[in-house]
């Protein structure tokens, strides 16, 4: 029985709290938004392969607030690279979360290479994230949430999901809306210029 | 040739706010990145490919911190599609680009994506400014750096290799 995505990523949004959120393109936008919008979620609808890397740039100028970056696996893949800057740069309040089903969704399910066995978490342990492991049960999916915000990082887990299709959440997506509203809910001001 | 121009330079990001510095390493810019590793209150973060600094710098505005990315000029190409996450956003993005394929070079590899750079950045909507004499280096990072965090622009400084040297290879 594998986890479903929409399920995996609401139980590890429940407790967000005041941590700093990044989505990739495509299912993982529309997982985050259906989970709940909040403004100190930034919704990326391109850019793929980037989304560590905001991450990452995140987690450097906010070193006390917790980053949390949730991607699909087709995105990570694009920009794998990022791991290793990821493992030089050592964020402790890092943490990169991949909603891995396999498939391009977005292009018709095409099969990603984990589905041809590559271990996304196996490259990130060793490009030296300190955590990194595969989450298949709800009961890992459980211990993951419980020290998703707490536990030194850079942390990485790629949860193996359902290759079902999901429901297109259309999350908020005018760029500078999006940059305005996460900067003035983590800066004050009006988050512009 | 002198490299003291980027003393300047590096005085100029500091003035301007800049607090993480991202680069794929280039002889052009070695005395810039030793500077800013030397200052602690940078963070500056190598790079596997320069698109990671486009993006990670996006990452660092919206958390506050203003930032540059140091690049060659092969590595422009490789930022081509995550441009579009500051332009899309409108999030400021100051470039440094050390320019190969030009002026002197000797490696004919370098002169397509050298020739090719502003043309590329200019099509995704990069505001490009040139630099070819040294003592100008310093003042045209402070008013690009004026520009892009201003106007939340993308602004790119080409530093050409009458100011960088052109590399020379030796058997």
Redesign the interface.
Known sequence: MSLERRVATARLLRDRGDA?V?TGLGSTTYDAYAAGDSPLS?Y?W??????A??????????PNRRVLVLTGDGEMLM?L??L??IG??QPRNLAVVVIDNGRYAETGMQRTHTAHGVDLAGVAGACGFGASETVRTPAELEALAERLYGAPGPLFAAIKVAPDPTRIELAPRD??V??SR??AA??GGDGA? | MSDAWQDGVYDALVAAGVRQVAYVPDAGHKRLIERCHGNPALATTVLTTEEEGVALLAGAYLGGDRGVLLAQSSGVGNCINMLSLPVECRIPLLMLVTMRGEWGEFNAWQVAMGQGTRTALEAMGVLVYRVDDADRAAETVRHCAALAFNSGRCVAVLLGQRVIGAKVFRR
């Open positions: 700093l990044v930034f990326l391109g850019a793929m392969g980037g989304a890397l905001v991450g990452l740039g995140l987690a450097r100028a906010q920009g690279g990022g290793a800057t030089a740069a760029g500078p999006l940059r996460f900067r983590l800066l210029l």
